[in-house]
């Protein structure tokens, strides 16, 4: 994306990308989801009612240092 400037090394021209969830039963990608971190009683992450968005990663061409966005609510 050429109006992102990598915040480590200063390159401009992020390249657009996302982070992949393969774990089971995912969607193929990751979201991130508001509020802090609760464990249920299995160990898993409470996210009953808790908004979600989607993570927009850009990647810089320069240093390789990953940029991460939660631009779109899903």
């Known amino acids: 994306m050429d109006n992102y400037i990598c915040t480590l090394c200063g390159s401009g021209g992020l390249e657009p990308g996302f982070i992949e969830d393969s774990g089971e039963h995912s969607r193929g990608y990751a979201r991130w989801i508001a509020g802090p971190l609760e464990r249920g009683i299995f160990g898993g992450a409470k996210r009953m ?26």
């Open 49 to 74: 009612g808790r908004k979600r968005w989607q993570i927009d990663a850009y990647r810089c061409p320069g240093c390789g240092h990953l940029e991460l966005f939660g631009f779109r609510p899903v």
